[in-house]
């Protein structure tokens, strides 16, 4: 078996790993690479595989940063099966096609200002591609196997968001797994992952391996952020991964309303796909912690803003309330136009609930920029920003450690580190080395592992 890490290596995007064994080649992830335009450029240069050699496509979950390259390699000719939990396909079925209209927005955007190098700026690709891609699609349940070629493989549950799953690989002897994001053992919503079965080799994500998540009442950070921005008369609006991270605030605010923690201010859900996925959220009761009655409070309380029209409605409410919109990293979509017009208002609160990638503009902001840049232009922040850090629905590096140490690996099990930024990787790699009898070393970009 060999192994070609084409994404994710000291970065937390872009996961692609190309698997090559008997004759039969496939990836494990698909994703886009966000961020850094020097990371963003390589989802425009060739591929380092023949596509008309890739026999499947699987898939750990939902986020584009894991199944975001998918419909470009769909009009690339790639017509092969791309197998993922159900709740997986149910979630790309939202999330593909709205990363294709938003590249569309953005080209059309860009060519009208003239604010692109490029005189005819085009997407990677469209919202119909995206929608045509998801024919390929072959859900499966946690636990089934399949064959890829003579390799046998099955998913098994990560907690992270719906559908997400470590992805394990046998073949010959040999067995390998792919850890995709791994959510947290006590998470508010999500199951802890499941343990990792004995295996030959682990790819292992790394993206919080130099952070231990805070100790802290989450209803209580988020009730005196709430609390604070209505006393300054000002807009709090909150940058929001449309998977996992709007359905937990819409949960915690309607519950801090309900208990008087907070005012019963107006709260817009101004994502159309976070308001889709809340459904699939209430379909899969199975996987979460949530009890259907309190799935279903999800929507109370919420105001959902579907058409353009009224989105733009909202810049008429001169009153406190609340925006929640995508996204999460402020890297896309209509977060950009609201932190447009209400970054330079000091009233104004921006609240970031998660991690942000470098060369993001919620990096930049969250560590201190008095600037972004948006639509071309350089807008000034006189906003308050605000992070709440125990929203995450990544494990941090302790309880990685704990998953790693409940599973059945071996001592001396290798673990190729991959998904997170330098120095997160290599901070867990220490960490590894000093507390367990695992062998962990950082993956690199295109390295080739032959097993």
């Not at 605010?253 to 459904?279: C, H, K």
């Not at 209430?282 to 912690?289: E, G, I, S, V």
């Amino acid at each position: 078996m060999k192994i070609i890490f084409l994404g994710a290596t000291q970065t937390v995007t872009g996961s692609k790993f190309l698997v090559e064994e008997g004759g039969h080649s496939f990836l494990v992830d698909c994703g886009l690479y966000q961020g850094y335009k020097w990371l963003r450029e390589r989802n425009w240069q060739p591929q380092a595989f023949a596509i008309d050699k890739l026999d499947a496509v699987v898939l750990t979950h939902a986020h584009i940063d894991h199944s975001g390259y998918i419909p470009r390699l769909y009009q690339q000719g790639y017509r092969g099966p791309v197998y993922c939990h159900h709740a997986t396909r149910d979630l790309c079925g939202i999330l593909l096609p709205d990363s294709g209209r938003i590249q569309e927005e953005d080209a059309r955007f860009y060519a009208r200002h003239k604010l692109s190098k490029h005189e005819h700026p085009e997407p990677l690709y469209d919202g119909e591609t995206a929608e045509r891609c998801l024919e390929l699609f072959q859900p499966v349940d946690f636990g089934q196997e399949f064959f890829v070629g003579n390799c046998r493989v099955h998913l098994q549950p990560a907690g992270h968001i719906l559908g997400a799953g470590c992805a394990i690989l046998d073949s010959g002897g040999t067995r390998v797994g792919f850890s995709g994001d791994v959510g947290r053992p006590h998470d508010l919503i999500m199951r802890p992952p499941q343990p990792l079965p004995e295996l030959d080799l682990l790819l292992l994500e790394s993206t919080y391996g130099d952070r231990s998540h805070p100790e802290i009442d989450v209803y209580q950070e988020l009730a005196r952020v709430v609390n604070e921005a209505v006393g300054r008369g000002g807009v709090l609006l909150i940058p929001s991964f449309a998977v996992g991270r709007a359905q937990v605030l819409q949960y915690l605010l309607v519950n801090l309303m309900e208990r008087g923690e907070i005012p019963e201010l107006p709260i817009f859900l101004d994502s159309p796909m976070a308001i889709d996925v809340t459904d699939i959220y209430c379909r899969y009761a199975d996987q979460h912690r949530l009890a259907p009655e309190e799935c279903q409070r999800m929507h109370r309380g919420i105001t959902y803003t579907h058409s353009v029209d009224e989105s733009k409605a909202l810049e008429k409410i001169h009153y406190p309330h609340i925006i929640i919109a995508g996204s999460g990293m402020a890297t896309g979509g209509r977060i950009l136009h609201h932190m447009k017009r209400l970054l330079p208002n000091h009233r104004t609160t921006l609240l970031f609930t998660g991690y942000q990638a470098g060369g993001t503009r919620g990096a930049r902001l969250s560590g201190g920029g008095l600037s972004v840049k948006i639509h071309g232009e350089q807008v000034p922040c006189k906003a308050r920003i605000e992070m709440i850090e125990g929203l995450s629905a990544h494990a941090d590096y302790r309880e990685l450690c704990d998953w790693l140490l409940q599973s059945q690996l071996r001592p001396g099990t290798d673990i190729q580190l991959v998904h997170g930024e330098p120095d997160a990787a290599d901070a867990l790699r220490f960490y590894l080395k000093e507390n367990t009898r695992f062998h962990p070393v950082v993956a690199e970009y295109r390295q080739v592992l032959h097993l």
